[in-house]
C-alpha cells in the first residue's frame, strides 16, 4: 500500500491514489489538474522517504473535483449581567481533490485504478 503526507491548504493530509480529500480553497476550475510538491513522507510498500522538510523530487498530481462549503458552524459570545450577546455563523470554503498518482524522482509508484464509463458501479 502507497501513501504520501502532503502539505495543502494549510493542513498536512495522508493521501492515497483514487481517493478525494476535502482541503481548505485552491485556486483552479472543476476538472483543472493540480500538483502538490511539499510532499512531506512518501511510503511506497516497506520503503518509507522522509523530507527534511520536503522530498526531493516527489510530487503528488490530482484532479480538482468541485469547490463546496463546509457545514455551518455557530460563534455564540455572551457576556453574563451586561447584556451583550453576539451570535455569528460560519461556512468553510472548501475544495474537493481527487489523487491521481504519487511521483518520486519522476516515476509513478502509485497511481489511481482506472474506471470503466462503461461498466456500472453496484454499491454492495
Known sequence: MSYAIIEIGGTQVRVEPGRFYEINHLD???ED???VDKVLLVKDGDNV???QPYVAGATVEGEILSHRRGRKVIVYKMQPKKKTRKKRGH???LTRLLIKSISLNG???AEAP???AKTPVVAG
Open 114 to 116: 482506472e474506471v470503466d
Open 49 to 51: 522517504t522522509i523530507g
Open 91 to 93: 461556512r468553510q470554503e
Open 107 to 109: 516515476k509513478a509508484i
Open 28 to 30: 483552479g476550475a472543476p
Open 33 to 35: 489538474s493540480y500538483v
